[in-house]
T-cell receptor, first 114, second 113 residues
Framework: AQTVTQSQPEMSVQEAETVTLSCTYD???????LFWYKQPPSRQMILVIR??????QNATENRFSVNFQKAAKSFSLKISDSQLGDAAMYFC???????????FGKGITLSVRP | DSGVTQTPKHLITATGQRVTLRCSPR?????VYWYQQSLDQGLQFLIQ???????AKGNILERFSAQQFPDLHSELNLSSLELGDSALYFC????????????FGSGTRLTVV
């Protein structure tokens, strides 16, 4: 079974600074996909970034980038130039294929200090 | 608007009652997933349907059931409700596989009193 671990329940960052959110996962599959989702106070789940395990290049979406370490089964999210609107809960998630579900970590609450 | 529509947005009901949550997936998506998010908990997978057929089951209670109709909308039925069933219930959809991630609805907040 796939598991996703987010060991930090909360983090805080100063506006305009950079923060890294950690995530580790466990899987026996060789082909899988990793995601970060954002859940702001509105509770809407928003896809932030996606990484394909067979791609060595780290995914980037504007101010959001990942550090994907396949051997270590680590998938961290870096937020650059943090903005007040980045304050939210962030979930790391893992998916293996056609008949697989998206497995989420417990999430981390990020606060942004003005 | 994500394209996934969930109704109702809020629901308050008493213990022992039965409720139905409804979900319309994004246009073109064949897979529907139901998740439960309790207070201080992550998202727990309940069940997946693909083009009308059940594809995967998670930690879904026997008191809970779901189905996907020919028009692809889905309903989650919760019966004999308990206080602990109070949660945010999300529906999500994907085209076929979930490799590109799921699109989530805005959720139904269920409060059991």
């Amino acid at each position: 079974a796939q598991t996703v671990t987010q060991s930090q329940p909360e983090m805080s960052v100063q506006e305009a600074e950079t923060v890294t959110l950690s995530c580790t996962y466990d899987t026996s599959e060789s082909d899988y996909y990793l995601f970060w989702y954002k859940q702001p106070p509105s509770r809407q789940m928003i896809l932030v970034i996606r990484q394909e395990a067979y791609k060595q290049q780290n995914a980037t979406e504007n101010r959001f980038s990942v550090n994907f370490q396949k051997a270590a089964k680590s998938f961290s999210l870096k937020i650059s130039d943090s903005q007040l609107g980045d304050a939210a809960m962030y979930f790391c998630a893992h998916h293996t294929g056609a008949n697989s579900k998206l497995t989420f970590g417990k999430g981390i609450t990020l606060s942004v200090r003005p | 608007d994500s394209g996934v529509t969930q109704t109702p947005k809020h629901l308050i009901t008493a213990t022992g009652q039965r409720v139905t949550l409804r979900c319309s997936p994004r246009s073109g998506d064949l897979s529907v997933y139901w998740y439960q998010q309790s207070l201080d908990q992550g998202l727990q997978f309940l069940i997946q349907y693909y083009n009308g057929e059940e594809r995967a089951k998670g930690n879904i209670l026997e008191r809970f059931s779901a189905q996907q109709f020919p028009d692809l909308h889905s309903e989650l039925n919760l019966s004999s409700l308990e206080l602990g069933d109070s949660a945010l219930y999300f529906c999500a959809s994907s085209p076929r596989q979930g490799n590109y991630g799921y699109t989530f609805g805005s959720g139904t907040r269920l409060t059991v009193v």
